[in-house]
Structures are given as C-alpha cells and as structure tokens.
C-alpha cells in the first residue's frame, strides 16, 4: 500500500482532539476518555517535552532552530502502551516520565514549540498516532494544526483564577513552594503568549466546541465530555 492510502485510512480513525491552556484539566480528561474507549492516547506535550529534555542534555542552543530540527528528526522516543503513563516514556530507551515535568523541561519544552520548523518537524510523529479504533489528542493545536479533520474537536478552558489554584494544589501536594499571587500573574503572562505566538496559537478551532471547566469536577467534565463523543460518533462497533 502507497503512504497515500494509509494516510487515506488514518483519515477513517475517529479522533476526539482536546485543547486548551495548562491547567485547564485537559491532561487529566484525554487520559481517561482513552481509557474508557480504549482508544490511543497522544499527549503531545510530552513530545515537546522529550525534545526540550534531549536539547538540555545535548547543550544545544534553545534558539538554534537549525540544530533543533535535526534532533527532532532523530529523537528517538517510545510510548509503549496505548494510554501510557508517565513511567512508559522513553527517550533513547531510558524511561524518563518523571524527568519531563520539571519546570526546566517545561521551559525548555515551550522555547522549542515556539520554533516553525521544529513545530513542522515533529508533526508527522504526531499523525502516526492515528491508529484504530481511535485517538484521543491532547494539546493545543491538535484541533487546529495536526488534525483539522479530526471528528469532535474540544477545546477545554478554565478561569485564570481556577487554574492557578489548581497549580497551586499541585505544587503543594509536591512539597513545592509558589504563592498563588505569583501563579496568577504566571499563568495570565503564558496565556497572552501562547495566544498571540505567530505559530499555532492557542486558540479553539473554528468548529470546536468549548467546555468551561471552572468550579466543575472531573466527573462532571467527564460527563459533559462523554455526552459530545456519544453524539459524534458510533461507539458500538
Ligand atoms: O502540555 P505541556 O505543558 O506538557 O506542554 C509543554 C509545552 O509544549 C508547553 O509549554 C506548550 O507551549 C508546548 N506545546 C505546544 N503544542 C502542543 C503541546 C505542547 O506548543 N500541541
């Protein structure tokens, strides 16, 4: 079979793509709607993230777009399981899960995301998640950029306020310090950056449907969640 025809058949693949700012719960969400369907997962963030861990440890320059697109190119990473879990990343054998939510990793992860090239680079990586009986694409251009033709495209919002205490509980519960006075104004300053960045910004696709998760549970945004894919798509077979 020709590319052309698998990617034809990629196309079949129901996909449900979630977007939205950190914080918004999104992470959390696409991990169990992948498990309830038993559907592939893509956190693409951890993608960025692999990249920005492989960057740091070559001490590559953060702004050498040059340098970052050949290691995009050869970024060796595996995700063994379906809906894998923080301890099934590889990079270059070595599980590192843990290793890429450090604040470091999620800066040097969001330095190599705003780069086009490296952006374009790692996109076929991301389609390749495609697979039956479907995907679950959790990011913020999944709707937008990498799959624009995806079946249900959600995109998952909170208040600044909501998030940032969410961050904070976090934080805590990590033994880690931060006032919520600097959370806030963190997360607004990431927001109008991620939102006015000249590529793929973060902003809901024109045929998404938004999903305000501000005072709800994750049941609750389960539900609702589960209410939109029940009603796109044919989940008996
Ligand atoms: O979602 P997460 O915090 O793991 O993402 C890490 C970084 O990668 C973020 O700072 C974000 O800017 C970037 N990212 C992106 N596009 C995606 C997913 C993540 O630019 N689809």
Redesign the pocket.
């Known amino acids: 079979m020709g590319g052309g025809g698998v990617e034809t058949d990629r196309a079949a693949v129901p996909t449900v793509t979630i977007?939205g700012p950190?914080g918004s719960g999104k992470?959390t969400v696409a991990r169990l709607i992948a498990r309830r369907l038993d559907w592939h997962l893509l956190?693409?963030?951890?993608?960025?993230?692999l990249l920005?861990l492989a960057a740091l440890r070559q001490g590559a320059d953060l702004a050498d777009e040059a340098v970052l697109v050949d290691l995009a190119r050869d970024l060796n990473v595996a995700f063994p399981a379906r809906v894998q879990d923080d301890q099934q990343v590889l990079l270059d054998g070595e599980a590192v899960g843990q290793l890429i939510r450090t604040e470091d990793v999620?800066?040097a992860?969001?330095k190599v995301?705003?780069l086009p090239a490296v952006?374009e680079a790692l996109l076929q990586r991301?389609r390749d998640f495609r697979k039956p009986p479907g995907l679950v694409a959790?990011?913020?251009?999944?709707g937008t950029v990498?799959f624009p033709d995806a079946g249900l495209k959600i995109f998952l919002t909170a208040s600044v306020e909501e998030r940032a205490h969410r961050r904070y509980n976090q934080l805590k519960d990590q033994g880690l310090g931060g006032t919520l006075s600097d959370l806030l104004r963190e997360i607004a300053e990431?927001d109008e950056r991620?939102a006015n960045r000249a590529v793929?910004p973060?902003v809901p696709a024109p045929d998404s449907v938004t999903v305000d998760t501000t005072g709800l549970s994750v049941e609750a945004v389960m539900a609702e969640l589960m209410e939109h894919i029940a009603g796109r798509f044919d989940l008996q077979q």
Request: proline share 0%; net charge negative.
């Open positions: 977007d950190s992470g956190d693409s963030g951890a993608i960025y993230r920005g999620g800066n992860a969001s995301a705003a952006r991301q959790d990011g913020r251009d999944m990498v990431r991620d793929a973060l």
